[in-house]
């Protein structure tokens, strides 16, 4: 495997913010998911943040943030931002939103800007690994840094 960092559409937003980021490639393994990624960096699961594209009834996009190792409950996060439900997209539609493979999605230099909720409990960790918009590639980095950058709105969401 190369060592060598993937020009993604992620990686050129970082650069271009000149964010702090680590890079992480992995053997990435079909429906293998954050198990598979914290197991392959030797990191816990807690700390590796999926990026789940889902939509509100009226088919609007969003990005949430999410600890590996939980669930996302649509029924408090359709509360919480006065909606009446959402439901994550088809893997096809996510990759029309985001602009990426479902597996590699990162929540940075995404094709349609979209709002991103981030569970709040993310940043009481010291360092996080989220896509960086490739199968098999994670980018460390400060919670912070994907609040400066992406501006998410912080929600309490976990199931």
Same mark, same amino acid.
């Given at each position: 495997?190369?060592?060598? =960092?993937?020009?993604?559409? %992620?990686?050129?937003?970082?650069?271009?913010?000149? #964010? %702090?980021?680590?890079?992480?490639?992995?053997?990435?393994?079909?429906?293998?998911?954050? #198990?598979?990624?914290?197991?392959?960096?030797?990191?816990?699961?807690? #700390?590796?943040?999926?990026?789940?594209?889902?939509?509100?009834?009226?088919?609007?996009?969003?990005?949430?943030?999410?600890?590996?190792?939980?669930?996302?409950?649509?029924?408090?996060?359709?509360?919480?931002?006065?909606?009446?439900?959402?439901?994550?997209?088809?893997?096809?539609?996510?990759?029309?939103?985001?602009?990426?493979?479902?597996?590699?999605?990162?929540?940075?230099? =995404?094709?349609? #800007?979209?709002?991103?909720?981030?569970?709040?409990?993310?940043?009481?960790?010291?360092?996080?690994?989220?896509?960086?918009?490739?199968?098999?590639?994670?980018?460390?980095? %400060?919670?912070?840094?994907?609040?400066?950058?992406?501006?998410?709105?912080?929600?309490?969401?976990?199931?």
């Amino acid at each position: 495997m190369a060592d060598k =960092t993937p020009v993604t559409a %992620a990686v050129r937003v970082l650069r271009q913010y000149r #964010a %702090a980021f680590t890079d992480h490639l992995y053997e990435y393994e079909e429906k293998g998911g954050t #198990a598979v990624s914290s197991r392959e960096l030797g990191v816990e699961e807690h #700390a590796v943040i999926k990026t789940l594209v889902m939509e509100d009834e009226s088919r609007r996009p969003l990005v949430v943030l999410m600890h590996g190792d939980r669930e996302v409950s649509t029924r408090n996060l359709a509360r919480h931002i006065g909606v009446k439900t959402i439901t994550p997209c088809s893997p096809e539609t996510a990759n029309r939103h985001s602009g990426y493979t479902v597996g590699g999605t990162s929540p940075f230099g =995404t094709r349609k #800007a979209m709002p991103v909720y981030m569970e709040s409990s993310i940043l009481d960790l010291p360092k996080i690994y989220i896509n960086g918009g490739k199968r098999g590639y994670l980018i460390g980095m %400060a919670p912070q840094v994907v609040v400066d950058i992406l501006k998410p709105e912080l929600v309490s969401a976990a199931a």
